[in-house]
């Protein structure tokens, strides 16, 4: 089993930032892809962005390219999310994952096996 706890989300102001942390515990030897999804209420969970165990290979969503870069520490057992010139449509519940499959980064929740218990990130206008 891996535990995975998230910090950091907060209030910001449109055009501010915020990072979320992810540390996982555990099994995390058997963990390569983690990432970053958020559900707004009444929106299904979205896939934002996810970073292999060996950190080079990243893909993050459209809708925050270039705005949310993410980056792993595996010393640490940890990722993070840099959330920068946020919009208030950034407004959601943050949830950090892990997946058992290896060599890819998982862009469904399907596809992912454990979670955090999610953070909320609100951002006013």
């Known amino acids: 089993q891996v535990q995975l706890v998230e910090s950091g989300g907060g209030l910001a102001q449109a055009g501010g930032s915020l990072t979320l942390s992810c540390t996982a515990s555990?099994?995390?030897?058997?963990?390569?892809?983690m990432g970053w999804f958020r559900q707004a209420p009444g929106k299904e969970r979205e896939f934002v962005s996810g970073?292999?165990?060996?950190?080079?290979?990243?893909y993050n969503a459209d809708s925050v390219a270039g705005r949310f870069p993410i980056s792993r520490d595996n010393i640490k057992n940890t990722i993070y999310l840099q959330m920068t010139s946020l919009k208030p449509e950034d407004t959601a519940v943050y949830y950090c994952?892990?997946?058992?499959?290896?060599?890819?980064?998982?862009?469904?929740?399907?596809?992912?096996?454990?979670w955090g218990q999610g953070t909320q990130v609100t951002v006013s206008s």
């Open positions: 994952a892990s997946s058992l499959r290896q060599f890819t980064i998982p862009t469904t929740p399907e596809a992912y096996d454990y």
């Open positions: 555990g099994r995390t030897f058997t963990i390569d892809a």
């Open positions: 970073i292999s165990r060996s950190g080079p290979t990243q």
